[in-house]
């Protein structure tokens, strides 16, 4: 693993802060993407093969919440232009997990040795795009307060399926103040394509979380007597779903190891 | 009082609903004006002498959620043409409120005798224009489901004070669950000149509401176990802030008969 100074080697000076973190994790970097090349958007990754890609990306259009597509490739081809002229999938990432039948077998810092000409990219927005807006608008992020992961949760809430792609939706969850959970339904509503705005608040029972301290995924955070938790769309929950397809081949990102584009989070905006 | 019929006399097909509405108004008919002229917008009524006036508008200006203005007249003119060509303040309001040293002392149909020549009228936008998108969206409005008057509270948010207007906010309530809460902040967005977002959810203790039970004003409804409270910036706060002013002399409406505009509600809204 590459000491962060690597990025800001005398060669990186001119390039795009998310381009020298791309060339970083190209030369076998593999560090956490939280706090990298601040400003720009941050992708989790699904590449399966061509024909179970079909089923995914209309898992994905029937699901567009959890599931908001900001990047895909043409079969075959690891390069995804829109978002980074250079980008090359295959080496750009910090660190991949490789499944088959369900189980992870691999986790390497490229899929060189995986790749093949029948593989289809998929890059989903990420809730650090809209994060980055709540904190614009001096918004508290309790688990950013409290140096952890956002907590997340399986619900009760089904995603509508599509061929092998089933399960329930994965919400992340940040406690507000009742008026800054208003203001975070308004910043949020503008960013469709990173989860737009929450789909509950308030009543976690209601979503069939039975214990708000205890998160399927992430770390607890405290909820002041006068906050209400407020739940977003999660990008787990595309994770969750390929993982309990027990497809024969899929790859996707380590936890916390983004593919770190060259989109703005402010162009996400729709308004 | 004359009959809603009287609203369909042949010399008035040809008008809009909301001139035909004002002109059974002037002829003296005093029905509420709930439901009157569906699609065009209501409004509250504040006629203050010119030495009041500048405080009070201010005091709109600095607390535009409970005071959001959509008309004003030029000084001592009964007209406001942005409203409606023909409209003429004293006599097209179905009710008015004559108020001296902060006592209601006379209700009349018309403000004729009333009618000075340093008087300015301001028309304060209402919730009707809201809950009209909300309905349209099919968010239920328990209030109207059951046949009552909404819910209003006097809360601990104070106003911002402007001269002799002071005073603590109002608010409406309308139940929802949490997914159709967060669809309702959506829409009233787009509505700021009529309340706009709503100004606090789900904690009613910490706005300093003790019994949700126990409206100040209108009627309690039921809240399911599934919902929670939304509350919305109330235009019932101007008339509380000008009741408690003592002001030697002010005309409000009277309540639920308000002026009907020729502005449709759609109009208003800024997206």
Redesign the interface.
């Known amino acids: 693993m590459t000491s962060p100074a690597r990025m800001e080697r005398p060669s990186d000076a001119n390039l795009l802060p998310s381009v020298a973190a791309r060339h970083a994790y190209r030369s076998g970097t593999a560090a956490s993407t939280a706090g990298v090349a601040n400003g720009f958007v941050q992708g989790n990754l699904a590449i399966l093969p061509e024909k179970l890609a079909g089923a995914f990306h209309r898992f994905c259009q029937l699901n567009p919440k959890p599931c908001p597509i900001i990047g895909m490739s043409e079969v075959g081809n690891p390069k995804i232009p829109s978002l980074g002229l250079d980008l090359d999938i295959r080496t750009d990432v910090p660190g991949y997990r490789v499944w088959r039948d369900g189980e992870v077998v691999e986790e390497p810092t490229d899929i060189m040795a995986h790749w093949r000409d029948d593989l289809v990219t998929f890059v989903l927005g990420c809730s650090f795009s809209f994060e980055e807006a709540l904190m614009a608008d001096d918004l508290p992020l309790r688990h950013i307060e409290c140096g952890v992961r956002v907590p997340m949760y399986r619900t009760n809430i089904a995603c509508s399926p599509s061929g092998p792609f089933a399960g329930p939706m994965v919400v992340s969850m940040r406690p507000l103040?009742?008026?800054q959970?208003?203001r975070a339904?308004?910043i949020t509503?503008r960013f469709p394509s990173v989860h737009g705005?929450?789909?509950?608040?308030?009543?976690p029972h209601?979503i069939g979380i039975a214990d708000i301290g205890k998160p399927d995924y992430g770390d607890a955070v405290p909820i002041a007597p006068?906050e209400?938790p407020v739940f977003w769309a999660c990008g787990v929950t595309p994770q969750a779903v390929i993982a309990a397809a027990k497809l024969p081949f899929a790859i996707t990102h380590a936890p916390g190891l983004m593919l770190v584009t060259d989109l703005k989070n402010k162009q996400l905006a729709v308004?």
């Open positions: 103040k009742p008026a959970a208003i339904v308004q509503t705005a929450p789909v509950h608040l308030g009543h209601s006068d209400i308004l």
